[in-house]
């Protein structure tokens, strides 16, 4: 099956730092990747659509300055969360959606999340 | 934006009993993937559904693809302890864009 790699599975950091989180796609290729948050025991809140060889396109409320994406290749999405704050705490998953892709066939793919506890 | 109600909230039954959720939206989805999440842990895909009034089968669970493209359930038969976990919807709209559920979580005594 379709596997996604996401590392680090958890990170504590300083008040005031910047945490990058990497999402891999390790047996197929994605034009298109997802980043979401997650609160304890709530649903995934989308924040932001990852676009190899453009940029991000970012959910309303969502600061791009301070959820930086980088998407520069067909396996990897990265995202750095700037400044980190103690409210920038929360976990934070990806998924990818397969290059080959139709209507009748669309799945997404998750990594195993990024808890971030920041200080 | 699009909304899902999934239902129930939490369910609290006993093994070897069956087990139905369910998903409802004011809008159409072109996809409904369901997904079951340990704690501390991402989604993973358990069932995939794309034509309306589509019934598939993976194992002891069963899930549809509503008729009106609306909705969606997922049965459990037979529930056992690692059956465990927090169960979301979720409907895709279009070039992977999409919206979750709330989550059902499931608990199974033994």
């Known amino acids: 099956g379709a596997v996604v790699s996401q590392h680090p599975s958890r990170v504590i950091c300083k008040s005031g730092t910047s945490v990058k989180i990497e999402c891999r796609s390790l047996d197929f290729q994605a034009t298109t990747m997802f980043w979401y948050r997650q609160f304890p025991k709530q649903s995934l809140m989308l924040m932001a659509t990852s676009n190899e060889g453009s940029k991000a396109t970012y959910e309303q409320g969502v600061e791009k300055d301070k959820f930086l994406i980088n998407h520069a290749s067909l396996t990897l999405s990265t995202l750095t969360v700037t400044s980190a704050h103690p409210e920038d705490s929360s976990f934070y998953i990806c998924?990818?959606?397969?290059?080959?892709?139709?209507?009748?066939?669309?799945?997404?793919?998750f990594g195993s999340g990024t808890q971030l506890s920041v200080l | 934006g699009q909304q899902l109600n999934q239902s129930p909230q939490s369910m609290f039954i006993q093994e070897g009993e069956d087990v139905s959720m369910n998903c409802t939206s004011s809008s159409i989805f072109n996809t409904w993937l369901w997904y079951k999440q340990d704690p501390g842990e991402g989604p993973v895909l358990l069932i995939a559904l794309y034509k309306a009034g589509e019934l598939t089968s993976n194992g002891r669970l069963t899930a549809q693809f509503g008729i009106t493209r609306k909705d969606s359930f997922l049965n459990i038969s037979a529930s056992i302890p690692s059956d465990v976990g927090i169960y979301f919807c979720a409907g895709l709209s279009g070039r992977g864009k999409s919206t979750f559920g709330d989550g059902t979580t499931l608990t199974v005594k033994p």
């Open positions: 998924s990818a959606l397969p290059m080959r892709v139709t209507e009748v066939n669309e799945k997404l793919f």
